[in-house]
Structures are given as C-alpha cells and as structure tokens.
C-alpha cells in the first residue's frame, strides 16, 4: 500500500489549513492512520491519529483544540485541519498507518507506524 500527503502550503498566521492523507492499496476501514510533524532540526512528533474500524481518535496535548482528524472511508482519505496556525507549526507533515490497525493514546509512538508518506511541507508566516 502507499500512502499521500498534499495540501500543505504557505498559510499566514491565525489561519487555517487542511492536509489531507490518501491511501491506496490498503483495506482502508481496518486502518490506524496518524499524522506527524517534523520541524527543521526537530525529532518526528505525533500529533494525531484515527481508527478507522470505529472512528475513535487520539490527540496528543498540544494538538488538542486546534488540530482536527477526520476519515472519509468512501474517498479512502484521512485529513488533519489545523486552526489558528503558528509559525510554529511549520514543519513537514506526514501520515503513516499503525502496524496493529489500532492506536491508543498509550500506542500512539511513531515507531508503531508503517508505510510513511513523502510528506508535505506547511509552512506558517508570522
């Protein structure tokens, strides 16, 4: 399977962007699918994750009240809104899915997710 990133852009601070994750090749309603970050110089965080088999979602602190999942399982895509961005959010956001169809808050670790996708850059203007 494989995995896409797009939307990413040039967004001015205090706006918002939706990033949206395509998948191919996957039984896409048995998938986990999370979002991360990677700032210049920075370690890959998590942000955000979704179970597709249920609909529930996981949300790390920082991402709770301005960061958004959602899943469409008939366009097989998972997308990431962003509220009221920082500069500091700029980074380069990636999808990935979790190697046990399932992610909690305990098993949200990027090393639990397969699969990752090229990236897309966002980019926050102050």
């Known amino acids: 399977g494989k995995l896409v990133e797009s939307g990413g852009g040039l967004v001015q601070a205090g706006g918002s962007l939706s990033i949206v994750c395509t998948a191919s090749g996957f039984t896409f309603g048995d998938m986990a699918i999370g979002w991360f970050r990677q700032a210049p110089g920075k370690e890959r965080e998590e942000i955000s994750c979704?179970?597709?088999?249920?609909?529930?979602?996981v949300y790390r602190d920082f991402a709770k009240g301005r960061f958004t999942i959602s899943s469409d399982n008939a366009k097989d895509t998972v997308t990431l809104q962003i509220d009221n961005l920082r500069p500091d959010d700029t980074a380069v956001y990636y999808c990935?899915?979790?190697?046990?169809?399932?992610?909690?808050?305990?098993?949200?670790?990027?090393?639990?997710?397969?699969?990752w996708g090229q990236g897309t850059q966002v980019t926050v203007s102050s």
């Open positions: 979704i179970n597709n088999r249920d609909g529930s979602t």
């Open positions: 990935a899915t979790n190697r046990f169809f399932f992610c909690s808050f305990r098993s949200f670790d990027r090393y639990n997710f397969h699969s």
